[in-house]
């Protein structure tokens, strides 16, 4: 079987730049080859003030790709610029999916994320290929149930 290319933008937080290698492994396993245009620390942000990050780095970057991926953990929600890149990859009708990070149990979200998600998935190879490929559109709690976004803030709806 052939791999598909996806363009994906990967946001995560810094200190999980092992989990962002993990999850685009997680990714090819599953038949998909992620071109990833994350920063990371093999490409660092290296603009000189907040507004030439989101001009010269984030915006060119999210006008390339298909899909933008969040991985969710409880930093993400206040990871600088990640509502930011959601509300803009929404403007520019990208596909947006949420990816609970590997062996997180649930907590909140950012704001922009549960707003604009099409599709937030747990850990599983297929069930994120799926989304990123819009075959899905399914909100999820880090376990695999399903939740629905209308009612919940923390996106965990066993905890609402």
């Not at 030439?52 to 984030?58: D, G, H, P």
């Not at 993400?76 to 009708?93: G, L, P, R, S």
Request: aromatic share 6%; hydrophobic share 35%; glycine share 6%.
């Amino acid at each position: 079987m052939a791999e598909e290319i996806k363009n994906a933008l990967i946001i995560h937080i810094d200190e999980d730049d092992e989990g962002l290698t993990q999850l685009k492994n997680l990714i090819q396993k599953n038949g998909m080859v992620p071109r990833d245009y994350s920063i990371n620390a093999d490409n660092p942000n290296d603009a000189d003030s907040e507004e030439n990050t989101k001009s010269q780095i984030l915006a060119p970057d999210i006008q390339q790709f298909s899909t933008l991926v969040i991985c969710v953990s409880p930093e993400t929600k206040d990871a600088q610029f990640v509502n930011w890149i959601i509300e803009y990859a929404e403007e520019h009708k990208k596909r947006i999916v949420g990816v609970w990070a590997q062996g997180e149990d649930g907590c909140e979200v950012p704001e922009a994320l549960s707003k604009y998600a099409d599709a937030v998935v747990g850990w599983t190879g297929n069930r994120i290929v799926d989304a990123l490929n819009g075959k899905i559109n399914d909100w999820e709690n880090p376990d695999g149930t399903k939740c629905d976004p209308r009612d919940i803030k923390r996106y965990d709806c066993s905890k609402s």
